[in-house]
Nanobody, 120 residues
């Protein structure tokens, strides 16, 4: 099972970016999917999450600016980021709770980070 994150980059404050996270490989099911971020010198924090049924949660500082969505058909989660601020600069990581086989417990899988840099 692999999670592939993409979509980071360098933008100016106020601009938008879209991050994608795609799960590939052999697995039985995907539960919640989420995006985390880690800025230099800071702890990793949960930015947004979405359950298999589509319920979402957001970090307070991104509410109204970021939107997480998913496609169960193609096993992807997308984070749409608008009105970006310099304080959003971080490495963004996607994560998913994946059940490898029908009989196994779900485990957390992580994608590689993707850098988001917002200049002022």
């Amino acid at each position: 099972v692999q999670l592939q994150a993409s979509g980071g980059g360098l933008v100016q404050a106020g601009e938008s970016l879209r991050l994608s996270c795609a799960a590939s490989g052999s697995f039985s099911s995907i539960g919640s999917m989420a995006w985390y971020r880690q800025a230099p010198g800071k702890q990793r924090e949960l930015v947004a999450s979405i359950t298999g049924g589509g319920s979402t949660k957001y970090l307070d500082s991104v509410k109204g600016r970021f939107t997480i969505s998913r496609s169960n058909a193609i096993n992807t989660a997308t984070l749409r980021m608008t009105s970006l601020k310099p304080e959003d600069t971080a490495i963004y990581y996607c994560s998913a709770n994946i059940r490898p086989t029908f009989f196994s417990d779900p485990s957390a899988y992580w994608g590689q980070g993707t850098q988001v840099t917002v200049s002022s």
